[in-house]
């Protein structure tokens, strides 16, 4: 065997990383020195991060001061396995000292068994096949990519609904609805419209053969958690079948067990999309989407060269989601999500100064009655948890869902209290 195929060793002089080198590396500080720095060096995309975290283990993490916080958010429905879940920080540390990354000149096998469970866990048709990328709107990139493989002449519009929230790219741009995320950035590609929410008649209007797609998320996430009706998903799939349209479902926040289900559509018998997009809780954390496109015809729409990514589907992002689809699936966690969730939803209800619940299995969007759910997410880091506010009356809870009954009560047992100092601090004059 020549040189160059035997293994190399490790150079003379390289040390292995561990938590004590990394912190060499980026210095230490407060959180104040440490936000200091951020606005010196990060765009101002996100404005001023609430906490500096430096750790996390379960549904727990650490800011740089010292205190702990209940994670009710788990990085935007991302975590949802928790923090530093065992399993997933082995297979990946594992995979990544094995293989990391190889390009799409050649596959892995993470990366076709991550394929194969998907399509498993969707209950896809044969022919069903799988695109991954490392976020949810390339994700939906995809999504708009594939719309256009079912474009002609005649047909060229995409429907989406208001409210809709799918990305910050600007295929997925302009399929989001805010004019404040959409304006900053026009002309957005063109040909997509905006029909009525939950509304089966305006769909019905909308619908015809010049329809190419209709993207809508089962549960708008961003918009404050707002489920669409089993009848208007029935009447979806029925208009989009009988126009020749693709239904797509962006199961970006929706997905990856948080209701329940493994997708928020498979609560609803008969409701099978012809693709589905991924992201946010599949990689338990790492960065990975997907593309799942349903049975032969579909799946056929797009073809070689037609679309490609560098990092998509690598071995590390791929170990990642079989690990974490792993755990879900024998984990019981599907359960935990309906039973913490519905306890959580069945007690928020009651409270005081909560006019709305919505939402399903861990997925939870609260109404208040007042706009005060920004000065709430404060009121509630100072109490030790992090929530998030999706609007100025509307708080969203995305837990890790492993989140125990007791963990849920602490939350429950402090929100009196936090929605009451949330309400004195806006009624405050400035
Ligand atoms: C978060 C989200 C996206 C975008 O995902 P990114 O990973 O932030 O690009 C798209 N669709 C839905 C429904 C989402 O919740």
């Not at 809508?216 to 349209?245: D, H, M, N, W």
Request: aromatic content about 6%; proline content about 5%; glycine content about 12%.
């Amino acid at each position: 065997m020549s040189e160059a195929h035997t293994e190399q060793q490790a150079p003379e002089g390289a040390a292995s990383a561990d938590s004590g080198m990394l912190d060499e590396l980026t210095g230490s500080g407060s959180g104040a020195d440490w936000l200091a720095r951020y606005t010196g060096s990060l765009l101002g995309v996100f404005g001023i991060p609430q906490r500096v975290l430096v750790r996390g283990s379960g549904c727990y993490v650490w800011d740089a001061d010292g205190q702990q916080y209940l994670d009710l958010l788990g990085g935007i429905a991302v975590n949802v396995l928790g923090h530093a879940h065992p399993f997933v920080t082995s297979a990946v540390a594992g995979q990544l000292a094995t293989l990391g990354h190889i390009s799409n000149f050649f596959t892995s096998p993470t990366q076709v068994a991550l394929a194969e469970k998907l399509i498993e866990l969707a209950q896809a048709p044969s022919g069903s096949r799988v695109f991954f990328t490392n976020s949810g709107t390339e994700a939906l990139e995809a999504a708009v990519k594939l719309a256009r493989r079912n474009s002609t002449p005649e047909r060229h519009r995409i429907l989406a609904l208001d409210g809709a929230f799918h990305g910050r790219t600007m295929g997925a741009l302009a399929l989001t609805s805010k004019e404040a995320y959409r304006k900053p950035f026009e002309p957005l590609p063109a040909g997509v419209e905006h029909v009525a929410f939950d509304d089966v008649d305006a769909l019905t209007a909308a619908m015809d053969e010049t329809v190419a797609a209709l993207v809508i998320e089962p549960i708008q996430g961003e918009a404050g958690v707002r489920p669409l009706s089993p009848e208007y998903l029935r009447a979806a799939r029925e208009l989009t079948r009988r126009y020749g349209a693709l239904l797509i479902l962006d199961e970006v926040q929706s997905g990856i067990a948080r209701t329940g289900r493994w997708f928020a559509h498979q609560w609803v018998d008969g409701v099978v999309p012809d693709a589905m997009t991924l992201a946010k809780g599949l990689g338990g954390g790492v960065p990975v989407g997907a593309l799942v496109t349903f049975g032969e015809e579909v799946s056929a729409l797009i073809s070689a060269g037609q679309h490609g990514t560098t990092f998509g589907g690598n071995p590390l992002a791929t170990a990642a989601g079989l690990a974490t689809l792993h755990v879900l699936e024998t984990s019981g966690a599907l359960q935990n999500a309906i039973d913490v969730g519905g306890y959580l939803r069945e007690q928020l209800a009651a409270l005081d100064g909560v006019v709305a619940v919505r939402g399903a299995g861990l997925l939870i969007g609260v109404d208040l009655d007042g706009d005060h759910a920004a000065a709430a997410v404060q009121a509630a880091l100072t109490a030790g948890f992090i929530i998030n506010a999706t609007g100025p009356a509307t708080i969203r809870l995305a837990p890790p869902l492993i989140l125990t009954h007791e963990q849920a009560a602490s939350f429950l047992d402090a929100l009196p209290d936090i929605l009451a100092a949330a309400r004195t601090q806006q009624e405050a004059p400035a």
